[in-house]
């Protein structure tokens, strides 16, 4: 097969353009252009774009109708993939974003190509399944924008792409099932820290205020500082996640966190800036955390019922990813009297 003339990489989370960052910059991809598709603003993390021939930025897409993300996306991508070019890889981290797609969409109509997927969240360690809700939100996707003229493709029930790939990153090949273990490529994160671990607690903040009301979301972060703060009378940071409101900052501070003014990603962070502890309620950076660190850092899964409000995330999905920290090596920490969020199927969303 002719060696490929694109390599075209879709980040659009500060984590997922971390890792591909540094695929980019391995012996995997050094036969082609490199480049790099994003809605991300310029991030200073040590991602420098000069290790991609060409970096393609549109505007943030998450607050922009559905219909609209589409036709930017396939605008975009349709200006990148020119008939001329022979093959090309697609390097993602989540199919079913407009980015994604998108260019899977072209790509698989008018050209040889290969799709890779590399671990970004959750989602990655954890495979989303089919809910009744979760087949709605694909296939009324792709009637909404066919008829908009930029049609999404439906992917099936992981929205990685994990199953359609020829190639897997991955950071645990043994945890893929069978079918997929001979697309696996296993990778490592860095493990290099600035320094010892500073006596401190790192606590990361989840958009649990796009998906409760106010209040409950107020009452469960509290909870969460509460139980970070008794680990240890030591220094406590709270790191908000990207898409959180600013209110929930203004909790961290009250309740006697300092803010990490900083958008890179935690894993990131915290090789500049090692700590003792992670705390969060499921983040996939806790996960993380171990990978980067073991022993020399204890990471607390606290309450992860929490993410029961999260569309998607059925009782037997919330059993999972409790048992893919516990296999990391993250405690988890559990409410007491089964105390949970309630779960309705059919108000779940996309499954992430």
């Known amino acids: 097969m002719s060696r490929p003339s694109l390599y075209l990489f879709v980040a659009q989370t500060p984590f997922q353009l971390y890792v591909a960052s540094r695929l980019a910059g391995g ?28 970096v393609v930025r549109v505007e943030p897409l998450v607050e922009k109708p559905l219909v609209e993300r589409f036709r930017i996306a396939y605008g975009t991508a349709a200006s990148l993939l020119q008939p001329g070019q022979e093959r090309a890889v697609l390097v993602v981290s989540n199919l079913e974003h407009p980015l994604s797609n998108a ?47 930029a049609p999404f493709v439906p992917i099936g029930p992981d929205l990685t792409g994990a199953p359609l790939a020829q190639r897997i990153y991955t950071f645990f ?52 500082l509460r139980f970070a703060r008794g680990l240890g009378e030591v220094r406590l940071y709270y790191k908000p996640h990207h898409h959180e409101a600013d209110w929930m900052r203004e909790i961290a501070v009250a309740e006697g966190a300092e803010v990490v003014q900083s958008l890179c990603p935690a894993e990131a962070w915290l090789l500049q800036h090692p700590v003792e502890r992670l705390v969060s309620f499921a983040s996939s950076a806790l996960i993380h955390g171990k990978l980067l660190f073991g022993s020399r850092l204890q990471a607390y899964a606290f309450h992860p019922e929490a993410l029961r409000a999260v569309p998607g995330t059925s009782p037997q999905r919330l059993l999972d990813i409790k048992g893919a920290f516990r296999r990391a090596g993250v405690h988890v920490v559990e409410a007491e009297g089964g105390a949970h969020e309630p779960y309705d199927e059919l108000a779940g969303g996309n499954g992430e």
């Open 27 to 54: 012996p995997d991809y050094a036969a082609g252009r490199r480049v790099l598709l994003t809605d991300l603003e310029p991030l200073d993390c040590g991602f420098p774009e000069a290790d991609w021939e060409e």
């Open 173 to 224: 090949p043994q945890w893929l099932p069978p079918e997929q273990s001979s697309r696996a490529v296993a990778i490592r994160l860095e493990q290099d820290a600035a320094g010892p671990p500073e006596a401190a607690t790192l606590v990361l903040g989840q958009d649990l205020d796009r998906f409760m009301p106010r209040k409950r979301a107020e009452a469960w972060l509290i909870r969460l």
């Open 103 to 149: 260019a899977y969409a072209l790509l698989h109509r008018t050209r040889r190509f290969e799709l890779h997927v590399y671990p970004e969240g959750l989602a990655n360690l954890v495979p989303t399944r089919w809910t009744p809700r979760r087949r709605m939100n694909q296939y009324g996707k792709w009637l909404l924008t066919r008829l908009g003229g």
